[in-house]
């Protein structure tokens, strides 16, 4: 063991791990995989699956055991709290005697840490947003989507010119990406629309355009609801400089930019926000206008569970009147489950046909490029500590074709499921189950597998490591003909690579 070798983690390889979680837990996985100890791998497990009512208890059981948990739990908070990895590298610097006291002093903040467990956020595009908008009254301008140039044209002739094209991809900036272009008649609102479908901004393909009636634009000002963490509240955001990059204005101009924290217990008011918003300098009719939107605004956040609401820029035309010309909701995944409607949203929004059937079923899977060995796991850091290993020992022939996380219980189902899945990928040549049982056992994965083999017929080779609770019994149940049980990930090394390289079969 060797805490000094963390210093050196890459915390910014290539894993989608925002797509799966956040960067720390690649660290934590590291962490694991360096002191190749199953406390530590298990209490990774257990922090990832954090969601789960049961983790505190898990947690304070692995706590009582050893105190290489104690520097995981120091690590999760200072994390938590302060989301800067560089804390974390520095902290590991100072070596375990540190780390032991300042994990003691942080237990007492378990309570607080446990309401701020794993939240991913879903992402909608704005026209989405723009037809929730309009459900509460927002003055949205009149649009239409297109997926292709005659489709804007036709769009743009029936709202009536001047229309603005935009690019419907989930990032910001696509103004300044040349995603957003005003185009005078219909047929400029043809060429402008071929011009941004297919264009990539910032990684992202354009597949369909917004068309809106165009607004013209005296003012352009920011307001939004966002939640903070730190104060377990939602907080309002507004500026009268906006259009622009708001976290700029914040950093240049402090002055113009002005919050109102919501007290959940007494909601939102009017008043507050209009006060605050005469403060940083909105003209009273818009000040009046803004605060009824956030109002609004407010309202959408408690429906939805939104973690971000935001109009950027709320316009005031020439004409005197106000438009919200952009639109922006971020919902928090923890509260999908009360809206199935988003999560219907959010899956149709999977471009990847495996994705999406991973998804279907219920599965948390991601499909990595140029990817050939199938990745099986049993919670978020093992999987991608398992991803880490063959990315290491693969030498550039064996590398993760996916993630995939079975999740707690791996039942038959779900496992049959998972192999179902990672074999759909016609990219992968060989597979690497790896399970760690906990409160999982090992013989139930391994009956689950063997019936799943039963029915998911494959000649791609299986390899199978099952470590924890009840793992004796686990190998010797598995079908030993249809998988290769492996104790060390080390051992599938080799012959993955033969597997991979020669494309061959078992
Ligand atoms: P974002 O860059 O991704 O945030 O996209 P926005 O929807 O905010 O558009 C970027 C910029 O394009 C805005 O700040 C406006 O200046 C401009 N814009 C967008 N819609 C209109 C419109 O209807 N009329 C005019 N004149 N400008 C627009
Ligand atoms: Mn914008």
Redesign the pocket.
Known sequence: MDPSGISSVNLSHTWPVGKIKSGFVKFLTRFSLTLKHPVVTAFVSTIIDAGDAEWLRNWTEIINYQWHALICLTIYIRVLSSSIPETIRRAYRKGPVFLRKVSRRLIFQLQQISQREWRCIVKIQ?HYARDIFKKYGLPV?DFGLATNPDEARALAKELGTPV?V?AQVLV?????AG??K?ADDIDEARDKAGAILGMDIKGLKVEKVLV??????DK?YYIGIVLDRDRKQHVVIASPAG?VDIEQVAEETPDKIGKVWIDPKYGLHAYECRKMLFDIGFEQKVALHAAAILQKLYQIVLDHDCSLVEI??LVLSPDGNIWA??AKINFDDSGLFRHPELRKLKESEDTDPIERDAHSRGLTYVRLEDGNVGIIGNGAGLVMGTMDEVKRFGRDIAKPANFLDIGGGARADSVKNSLEVVLSDPNVKAVLINVFGGITRCDEVARGLNEAIESVKTDIPIFVRLEGTNSVEGREILNGDAFHVIETLDQAAEPIIGYVSEGAVR
């Open positions: 704005e301008p603005v935009k910001g900036g696509r103004g300044k995603g957003v005003l809106a009636k165009s607004v013209d634009i352009e259009g950027n820029p010309i952009d």
